[in-house]
């Protein structure tokens, strides 16, 4: 009777762990190239990625944790919406960064100007994804929210922050290459952890503009320098001993080149776990 009675208790909490003790991460692709340009989001909820837009880099972040689920989110938008605004600004700065061997200053280079209503558009599809997701969550109960996104998936993650806030609980926040990344912050205070991967730009240790993120000219997130004392986290760069020839204007940002992630190991400044 008492192995039976274990056993069922067992049985019990096992149970509870399994409703109760998920985890949820939202992965949030950003723009899919130019042959889907037109294409604007549905803002639908998906439970695995859609277009392989991930490179299975999400199964490395995946397996950083235990009992989470994961869903996506598609982010792209038209590239109007991005600081290049057309595709001839985008060939002009390809172009131009090709003969910058030596130069770091991205000023007349990179088109780095903010564009705020095309990242304000984002935004609030973002808070649409959002409301799609309150409803999953109605039925299958989460203790946190972790957020990945990249590129164009950071405005449309800070619109899912907008919504999701006042009910839910914020874990981690992982920011891959973010375009627009000055543009608008949130409350960093909100999450336990904020990370933003990209390559080094516009300090005195950046790399030559020839080998920078010319895709989304990586400049910080707002309020990533000033994080508050509650939340760890910080910018974290494409390592020095990364191969130069995977790096440049479009191997700086796509995630087919984001092998160095793998590199980040446990005692360095970036890495994360559950």
């Known amino acids: 009777m008492a192995n039976k009675f274990q056993v069922l208790l067992i049985t019990f909490f096992v149970g509870c762990f399994q409703l109760f003790g998920q985890d949820l991460l939202i992965f949030i692709n950003g723009y ?27 199964d490395t972040i995946i397996n950083r944790f235990t009992s989470t689920t994961a869903v996506y989110f598609d982010a792209h938008h038209p590239l109007s919406t991005s600081t290049h605004r057309t595709t001839l600004r985008v060939a002009k700065s390809y172009l131009f960064s090709r003969f910058c061997w030596l130069r770091k200053d991205s000023r007349w280079v990179l088109n ?39 590129s164009m998936g950071y405005a449309y993650m800070l619109g899912m922050i907008d919504v999701l806030a006042e009910e839910n609980s914020f874990g981690k926040a992982l920011i891959l290459s973010p375009e627009g990344a000055n543009t608008q912050g ?5 999450f336990e952890e904020v990370w933003q991967y990209g390559a080094r730009a516009d300090d005195p240790k950046a790399n030559p503009i020839f080998w920078q993120d010319g895709i989304a000219p990586q400049q910080p997130i707002v309020g990533i320098d000033q994080l508050p004392p509650s939340t760890t986290g910080g910018r974290v760069y494409i390592p020095e001993s990364y191969p130069r020839n995977k790096l440049g204007f479009i191997k700086s940002h796509h995630l087919a080149y984001y092998q160095w992630f793998d590199l980040i190991q446990p005692s360095d400044f970036g890495y994360f776990k559950q």
């Open 32 to 58: 899919r190239g130019p042959k889907h340009n037109s294409e604007l989001p549905d803002n639908q909820l998906n439970l695995k990625d859609p277009s392989g837009y991930w490179y299975h880099l999400d």
């Open 112 to 150: 780095k100007e903010i564009n705020a209503n095309g990242f304000q558009e984002r935004v609030e599809n973002g808070r649409l994804a959002a409301l799609e997701l309150k409803k999953y969550l109605l039925t299958h109960p989460t203790n946190q929210l972790h957020f990945v996104c990249h």
């Open 186 to 190: 949130r409350d960093w205070s909100l």
